[in-house]
Protein backbone atom coordinates (compact mmCIF):
# COMPACT_ATOMS: atom_id res chain seq x y z
CA UNK A 1 0.00 0.00 0.00
CA UNK A 2 1.62 3.60 -0.90
CA UNK A 3 2.40 5.80 2.01
CA UNK A 4 0.85 9.46 1.81
CA UNK A 5 2.32 11.48 4.53
CA UNK A 6 -0.66 13.52 5.79
CA UNK A 7 0.01 18.10 5.70
CA UNK A 8 0.84 18.00 9.50
CA UNK A 9 3.15 15.08 9.22
CA UNK A 10 5.04 17.11 6.44
CA UNK A 11 4.76 20.31 8.83
CA UNK A 12 6.27 18.10 11.88
CA UNK A 13 9.08 17.08 9.70
CA UNK A 14 9.68 20.50 8.73
CA UNK A 15 9.77 22.18 11.91
CA UNK A 16 12.05 19.09 13.46
CA UNK A 17 14.80 20.18 10.24
CA UNK A 18 14.39 23.58 11.16
CA UNK A 19 15.31 23.36 15.15
CA UNK A 20 17.81 20.94 14.84
CA UNK A 21 19.35 23.15 11.81
CA UNK A 22 18.76 26.35 14.45
CA UNK A 23 20.19 24.43 17.23
CA UNK A 24 23.31 23.17 14.78
CA UNK A 25 24.06 26.92 14.01
CA UNK A 26 24.03 28.56 17.10
CA UNK A 27 26.43 25.43 17.71
CA UNK A 28 28.84 26.86 14.63
CA UNK A 29 28.26 30.09 16.02
CA UNK A 30 29.75 29.44 19.48
CA UNK A 31 32.82 27.91 18.00
CA UNK A 32 33.46 30.64 15.85
CA UNK A 33 33.69 32.78 18.92
CA UNK A 34 35.48 30.65 21.43
CA UNK A 35 38.47 30.04 19.11
CA UNK A 36 38.51 34.32 18.90
CA UNK A 37 39.37 34.11 22.30
CA UNK A 38 43.40 33.77 22.90
CA UNK A 39 42.91 31.64 26.16
CA UNK A 40 40.27 28.98 25.25
CA UNK A 41 41.19 25.98 25.31
CA UNK A 42 40.10 24.87 21.84
CA UNK A 43 43.32 26.87 20.61
CA UNK A 44 45.10 24.62 22.96
CA UNK A 45 43.36 21.83 20.77
CA UNK A 46 44.19 23.10 17.86
CA UNK A 47 47.78 24.00 18.07
CA UNK A 48 48.06 20.11 19.40
CA UNK A 49 46.46 18.52 16.26
CA UNK A 50 48.08 20.81 14.21
CA UNK A 51 51.40 19.88 15.36
CA UNK A 52 50.18 15.32 15.83
CA UNK A 53 48.35 15.51 12.47
CA UNK A 54 52.03 16.41 10.25
CA UNK A 55 53.23 12.76 11.54
CA UNK A 56 49.99 10.86 11.43
CA UNK A 57 49.39 8.49 8.54
CA UNK A 58 51.65 10.44 6.30
CA UNK A 59 51.53 8.17 3.47
CA UNK A 60 47.68 9.34 2.66
CA UNK A 61 48.75 12.79 1.73
CA UNK A 62 48.23 12.64 -1.90
CA UNK A 63 44.89 11.83 -0.88
CA UNK A 64 44.55 14.84 1.40
CA UNK A 65 46.16 16.83 -1.89
CA UNK A 66 42.75 15.64 -4.01
CA UNK A 67 40.39 16.05 -1.28
CA UNK A 68 41.56 19.52 -1.64
CA UNK A 69 40.62 19.79 -5.17
CA UNK A 70 37.43 17.95 -5.00
CA UNK A 71 36.14 19.91 -1.72
CA UNK A 72 36.20 23.34 -2.94
CA UNK A 73 37.24 25.71 -6.06
CA UNK A 74 35.78 25.02 -9.31
CA UNK A 75 35.30 21.38 -8.96
CA UNK A 76 33.72 21.62 -5.52
CA UNK A 77 31.48 24.77 -5.60
CA UNK A 78 30.76 24.32 -9.06
CA UNK A 79 30.80 20.67 -11.08
CA UNK A 80 29.69 18.75 -7.63
CA UNK A 81 26.42 20.72 -7.61
CA UNK A 82 25.45 20.95 -11.18
CA UNK A 83 26.26 17.33 -12.06
CA UNK A 84 24.58 16.26 -8.83
CA UNK A 85 21.60 18.12 -9.28
CA UNK A 86 21.55 17.00 -13.09
CA UNK A 87 21.53 13.31 -11.93
CA UNK A 88 19.01 14.08 -9.89
CA UNK A 89 16.69 15.67 -12.38
CA UNK A 90 17.36 12.48 -14.64
CA UNK A 91 16.41 10.50 -11.98
CA UNK A 92 12.89 12.70 -11.74
CA UNK A 93 13.70 14.17 -8.80
CA UNK A 94 13.53 17.39 -9.66
CA UNK A 95 12.98 18.89 -6.14
CA UNK A 96 15.70 17.26 -4.84
CA UNK A 97 17.57 18.79 -7.93
CA UNK A 98 17.11 22.10 -6.45
CA UNK A 99 16.98 21.27 -3.02
CA UNK A 100 21.17 20.60 -3.20
CA UNK A 101 21.43 23.24 -5.54
CA UNK A 102 19.96 25.45 -2.72
CA UNK A 103 21.49 23.81 -0.05
CA UNK A 104 25.26 24.27 -1.50
CA UNK A 105 24.71 27.85 -2.72
CA UNK A 106 23.32 28.84 1.15
CA UNK A 107 26.18 26.88 2.48
CA UNK A 108 28.86 28.50 0.44
CA UNK A 109 27.41 31.74 1.12
CA UNK A 110 26.85 31.40 4.99
CA UNK A 111 30.52 30.04 5.01
CA UNK A 112 32.20 32.75 3.37
CA UNK A 113 29.96 35.91 5.59
CA UNK A 114 31.58 34.04 8.72
CA UNK A 115 34.92 33.66 7.30
CA UNK A 116 34.86 37.96 6.59
CA UNK A 117 33.55 38.05 10.00
CA UNK A 118 35.93 36.03 12.26
CA UNK A 119 38.73 36.61 10.13
CA UNK A 120 40.78 34.11 11.22
CA UNK A 121 44.79 33.30 10.73
CA UNK A 122 45.25 30.03 9.12
CA UNK A 123 48.15 27.67 9.93
CA UNK A 124 51.55 28.91 8.47
CA UNK A 125 52.55 25.66 7.63
CA UNK A 126 49.46 25.51 4.80
CA UNK A 127 50.83 23.20 2.07
CA UNK A 128 48.13 24.41 -0.02
CA UNK A 129 46.55 27.78 -1.59
CA UNK A 130 43.22 28.77 0.04
CA UNK A 131 41.33 31.98 0.30
CA UNK A 132 41.41 34.26 3.57
CA UNK A 133 39.52 33.23 6.43
CA UNK A 134 40.64 29.78 8.30
CA UNK A 135 37.10 29.07 10.10
CA UNK A 136 34.86 27.62 9.03
CA UNK A 137 36.21 25.10 6.68
CA UNK A 138 34.42 25.49 3.83
CA UNK A 139 35.75 22.22 2.29
CA UNK A 140 34.10 20.27 5.16
CA UNK A 141 30.63 22.47 5.04
CA UNK A 142 30.97 21.57 1.44
CA UNK A 143 31.22 17.83 2.44
CA UNK A 144 28.79 18.13 5.03
CA UNK A 145 26.37 19.48 2.77
CA UNK A 146 26.48 16.41 0.35
CA UNK A 147 26.21 13.96 2.93
CA UNK A 148 23.16 15.47 4.80
CA UNK A 149 21.29 15.80 1.06
CA UNK A 150 22.04 12.57 0.52
CA UNK A 151 20.52 10.71 3.57
CA UNK A 152 17.66 13.40 3.37
CA UNK A 153 16.85 12.54 -0.04
CA UNK A 154 17.86 8.48 0.30
CA UNK A 155 17.24 7.88 3.97
CA UNK A 156 19.18 4.65 4.42
CA UNK A 157 21.88 3.66 6.72
CA UNK A 158 24.63 2.67 4.16
CA UNK A 159 23.74 6.34 2.84
CA UNK A 160 24.40 7.94 5.98
CA UNK A 161 27.63 5.62 6.61
CA UNK A 162 29.17 6.70 3.32
CA UNK A 163 28.26 10.32 3.58
CA UNK A 164 30.22 10.34 7.18
CA UNK A 165 33.40 8.69 6.15
CA UNK A 166 33.47 11.46 3.04
CA UNK A 167 33.24 14.56 5.88
CA UNK A 168 35.33 13.03 8.35
CA UNK A 169 37.95 12.06 5.66
CA UNK A 170 37.22 15.78 4.10
CA UNK A 171 37.51 17.21 7.47
CA UNK A 172 41.16 15.52 8.73
CA UNK A 173 42.74 16.14 5.12
CA UNK A 174 42.26 20.45 5.52
CA UNK A 175 43.81 19.57 9.04
CA UNK A 176 46.64 17.16 7.40
CA UNK A 177 48.11 20.06 4.19
CA UNK A 178 47.69 22.46 7.45
CA UNK A 179 44.76 24.63 5.57
CA UNK A 180 42.75 24.52 8.46
CA UNK A 181 42.95 24.20 12.34
CA UNK A 182 40.67 21.00 14.08
CA UNK A 183 38.12 23.53 15.27
CA UNK A 184 37.92 24.88 11.69
CA UNK A 185 36.78 21.79 10.22
CA UNK A 186 34.65 20.75 12.93
CA UNK A 187 32.95 24.31 12.94
CA UNK A 188 32.58 23.71 8.73
CA UNK A 189 31.06 20.31 9.06
CA UNK A 190 28.47 21.42 11.72
CA UNK A 191 27.60 24.50 9.52
CA UNK A 192 26.87 22.65 6.69
CA UNK A 193 25.12 20.25 8.40
CA UNK A 194 22.78 22.89 10.18
CA UNK A 195 22.35 25.17 6.69
CA UNK A 196 21.46 22.18 4.74
CA UNK A 197 18.57 21.11 7.22
CA UNK A 198 17.50 24.84 7.56
CA UNK A 199 17.29 24.73 3.60
CA UNK A 200 15.37 21.54 3.35
CA UNK A 201 12.75 22.64 6.69
CA UNK A 202 11.89 25.41 3.84
CA UNK A 203 11.74 22.87 1.03
CA UNK A 204 10.08 19.87 3.24
CA UNK A 205 6.52 19.39 1.56
CA UNK A 206 8.47 19.26 -2.06
CA UNK A 207 10.71 17.03 -0.54
CA UNK A 208 8.91 14.74 1.00
CA UNK A 209 6.40 14.54 -1.24
CA UNK A 210 8.61 13.23 -4.27
CA UNK A 211 10.41 10.79 -2.21
CA UNK A 212 7.45 9.02 -0.94
CA UNK A 213 6.37 9.03 -4.48
CA UNK A 214 9.37 7.67 -5.85
CA UNK A 215 9.50 4.97 -2.89
CA UNK A 216 6.03 3.58 -4.02
CA UNK A 217 7.32 3.35 -7.69
CA UNK A 218 10.21 1.41 -6.11
Do not use: C
Amino acid sequence: MTRVPTHEHEIGIGLRLAVIGAILLVVALATGIAVESTDSELIDLDAWWNTYVTTFLPGIRPISFLMNILGAGVVGTYVVPLVGAALLALARRPWGAVFFLAASIVGALVVQLLKGLFGRVRPEEMLVISDHGSFPSGHTANAAVIATVAVILFPRVWVAVVGLAWALLMAFSRTQVHAHWLTDTLGGTVLGVATTMLVAAALTIPIVRERERRLSLG
